[in-house]
């Protein structure tokens, strides 16, 4: 690679794409830490804190990956990442890698595809720069404390350029290898979360046929081997009837999508996660789609 940006935060431009539930957050991080935010959403009043802030507002994608030394996405589907990266259809100029200034580094955070992350990779190193798969885990509230988990796929000296961004952001943060790697290890994490939320919910029914108190239950087990994210945190939220997002049920659930396919792909038989992704699809049919994941304790209590 060359022209290899300076790396003091305040030389160093950092675009956003993507200020949803977690972006919003991750990208004040990243202004906080004193780099030269600009920004890009599809809803602009999204940008508004962080426009007041200073950052820099772009009403375009090309516009942005021109002026940016790094560039940060946080969208929703694979599709979203396609679209943001090799342009609209029919229109590559308009996607990020056709406007990567030369050794620049492109980092997806979104939970998508290994392929894509690949295919992103190889036609970033074509254009003189660099691209890094790095989906997270945490939720809104690690985006909003920075505690983040950040699971990374690309090259060593990539990432240790990246890595001052990414420590604003989070907090377990590792190169898992090549590219792909990242969201390899991501479909892991949903794997387990997958199995484990639902396992919660039904502990928590139970504890409530049975008579028990269940904040006295999360208070006993929480603190023994069961204790955890899932059970500590979301299953409070269960016991409390609050079922706000702070990760989409329809988001979800197309992590376990894509899961599945790469389980499929690699001749894996993975029945927990193809039953959990069953209980959640009947859950988003039945009107949960825009609920966090600790909503599919709604169903399981109706029975």
């Not at 790697?181 to 046929?209: D, F, R």
């Amino acid at each position: 690679m060359t022209d290899t940006p300076p790396e003091a935060p305040a030389q160093t431009a950092v675009g956003f794409i993507g200020l949803g539930i977690m972006g919003a957050s991750m990208a004040g991080h990243i202004q906080a830490a004193g780099y030269a935010l600009h920004v890009h959403n599809r809803s602009p009043e999204k940008a508004r804190a962080l426009l007041d802030a200073g950052a820099t507002w772009h009403d375009s994608i090309p516009g942005l990956a021109r002026a940016c030394d790094m560039i940060v996405t946080m969208v929703g589907y694979p599709a979203d990442v396609e679209q943001v990266y090799f342009g609209a259809a029919g229109a590559p100029d308009t996607g990020i890698l056709a406007n990567l200034k030369p050794g620049a580094v492109a980092i997806d955070m979104t939970t998508s595809s290994p392929g894509l992350a690949e295919r992103i990779a190889a036609t970033a190193a074509g254009r003189g720069a660099a691209a890094l798969d790095a989906p997270v885990s945490g939720g809104d509230m690690g985006a909003r404390n920075a505690t983040l988990a950040i699971m990374v796929g690309g090259d060593q000296a990539t990432f240790d350029r990246v890595l001052p961004v990414f420590q604003a952001m989070g907090k377990a943060i590792a190169l898992m290898g090549p590219a792909g790697a990242g969201q390899h290890t991501k479909m892991v994490n949903q794997t387990v979360i997958a199995g484990t939320i639902q396992g919660v919910a039904e502990a928590l029914a139970y504890a409530q046929v049975a008579g028990l108190d269940q904040r006295q239950v999360l208070d006993v087990i929480g603190g023994g081997a069961a204790g955890g994210f899932q059970l500590n945190v979301l299953g409070k939220r269960m016991v409390e009837g609050d079922f706000a997002p702070g990760f989409y049920v329809h988001h979800f659930l197309k992590d376990m999508g894509i899961a599945a396919a790469e389980a499929e792909r690699m001749g894996l038989d993975l029945p927990a996660l193809a039953l959990a992704r069953r209980q959640y699809q009947r859950f988003a049919d039945e009107g949960g789609r825009e609920d966090g994941t600790q909503g599919l304790y709604k169903m399981v209590v109706k029975g």
